[in-house]
C-alpha cells in the first residue's frame, strides 16, 4: 500500500487539473534501511522511524496512514489533534469502537480525512453508481458479493509478525471479515445504501499456527472463512462471502446486483467491463451487454488514454487521492471519510458478533 499510495500521490496531478500538488516531504518506517531505500526510490524528501516525530513536524499537513490495523487508532487520533489532514488504509479500526474513537477525533478537529476504500474509484464501478442514481434499477431485490483468496491454506504458514500480521488477531481485529468483506460491505454501502440486519457464520480451518515473533505454536484467533446473509435497509436481500481457502483464486472480488427492471454485475479480474441488462430492452435484442469502459464519457477516462486502452487497479488510488484533493479545494468532504468507513466496520462487528451468538444481529 505504500507503494500504491506514493504512486498515486506522484500521479494525480499529471493526470488531473488539482488544486494541490502533493510534496512527498517524508517516509515513516520502523526499518531505517528500508525507509532509505523507499523515500530515493520514490523521492521522499526525508526518512522517520517514529511516526511520532511525524506527526509533529511542522512541514508536513497530511498523515497517510498505511501501517498495521493496530496502529491506525493511536496515529489517526494523534494526527487529527495535531490538526493534520489524516488518511487511513481500510479497515478504519480493529472494530467499531476504535473507529469511533477515530470519527470522533477527526471530527472534533475538524480536520479532512479520507478512508481507501479503493474500489469505489474503478470507473467500472462508478458507472454502476450513475446508473442506480439514474433509477436505471427500480427497486433493488437482491445484492451478492464475494472476495476469494487461497494463500494461507497451508498449516505450515507462520502467523504475526511484519509479513503475516494479518493472521494474528491482537494486530488485524480479524481475519477476512475486517480484510476482504470490509472492502465488499463498504463498496455495498456505497452503492445500495445501509445494512440493517445480518445472520453470519465464520469458520477457521486451522486452529494452532507458529508465531513469527516468538516462535511458540499459538491459537489463531482470525476467521479463515466469512460468509453472511444481510437485509439492506431498502429491503433488499444479500448474500456476502470471504474465504483465503479457495484454492485458485488469488483475489476474485466479485458482484451483482438485481433490479427491478435492470441488472449489472462486476469483476474485479476484468475490472475494466461491467455486465449490464435491461429487461426495457427490445424483446429480440434484450439479453446481457458487456461495457468496455474506456470511452471518454466513461467515470475517469477522458484523463487518460485513446478509447478501447485499458487501465488497471493502481488508478484507482489515483482517482482516489484525485477526488480527495479537489474535494479540498473547494473545501468539501471526501467518501468514504472516516464516518462511512466507521458504517462498515459497525457491520463487521455485527458479523463477527452473529456468527459467534449463531443468531440474526441489527447493525
Known amino acids: 500500500m505504500g507503494r500504491a499510495h506514493s504512486n498515486a500521490f506522484l500521479q494525480a496531478g499529471r493526470f488531473f487539473d488539482l488544486p494541490y500538488q502533493p510534496v512527498l516531504k517524508a517516509v515513516c518506517s520502523r526499518n531505517a534501511e528500508r525507509a532509505r531505500s523507499f523515500a530515493d526510490n520514490w523521492g521522499y524528501e526525508s526518512v522517520e522511524t517514529d511516526w511520532r516525530n511525524l506527526v509533529h513536524r511542522k512541514d508536513v499537513d497530511l498523515i497517510d496512514i498505511a501501517s498495521p490495523n493496530d496502529t491506525h487508532a493511536e496515529i489517526a487520533i494523534a494526527a487529527a489533534n495535531a490538526g493534520k489532514i489524516v488518511l487511513c488504509e481500510k479497515p478504519l479500526g480493529r472494530n467499531a469502537a476504535e473507529a469511533q474513537a477515530m470519527t470522533a477525533a477527526v471530527e472534533r478537529a475538524k ?62 481485529g480479524s481475519g477476512v471479515t475486517g480484510d476482504l468483506l470490509a472492502h465488499a460491505i463498504d463498496t455495498a454501502l456505497w452503492l445500495n445504501g445501509p445494512i440493517a440486519e445480518v445472520c453470519a457464520m465464520t469458520e477457521t480451518f486451522i486452529q494452532e499456527r507458529r508465531h513469527n515473533l516468538t516462535g511458540q505454536v499459538q491459537p489463531v484467533g482470525i476467521d479463515d472463512a466469512s460468509a453472511f446473509l444481510a437485509r439492506f435497509a431498502n429491503g433488499s436481500l444479500a448474500t456476502f462471502e470471504a474465504t483465503r481457502y479457495a484454492r485458485g483464486h488469488k483475489a476474485l472480488y466479485t458482484l451483482e446486483i438485481n433490479g427491478e427492471h435492470a441488472s449489472a454485475a462486476w469483476d474485479l479480474h476484468d475490472l475494466h467491463r461491467l455486465q449490464f441488462f435491461d429487461h426495457r430492452d427490445q424483446g429480440q435484442l434484450r439479453g446481457w451487454r458487456s461495457i468496455h469502459i474506456t470511452d471518454g464519457d466513461h467515470p475517469y477516462m477522458k484523463h487518460w488514454w485513446v478509447p478501447g486502452l485499458q487501465i488497471g487497479y493502481e488508478h484507482t488510488f489515483i482517482h482516489q487521492i484525485a477526488d480527495f484533493l479537489e474535494a479540498l479545494g473547494q473545501s468539501k468532504p471526501a467518501a468514504p471519510a472516516f464516518r462511512d468507513a466507521l458504517a462498515t466496520d459497525l457491520v463487521t462487528d455485527a458479523v463477527l458478533e452473529s456468527a459467534k451468538m449463531r443468531q440474526w444481529r441489527r447493525v
Do not use: C
Open 111 to 172: 480536520v479532512a480525512n479520507m478512508v481507501w476504500y479503493n474500489y469505489r474509484r474503478v470507473p467500472a464501478v462508478m458507472l454502476l453508481k450513475q446508473l442506480l442514481e439514474e433509477g436505471r434499477f427500480g427497486r433493488i431485490f437482491h445484492y451478492r458479493a464475494k472476495f476469494l483468496q487461497d494463500w494461507t491454506i497451508s498449516p505450515e504458514l507462520p502467523q504475526g509478525g511484519e509479513a503475516l500480521w494479518r493472521l494474528d488477531a491482537a494486530v488485524a
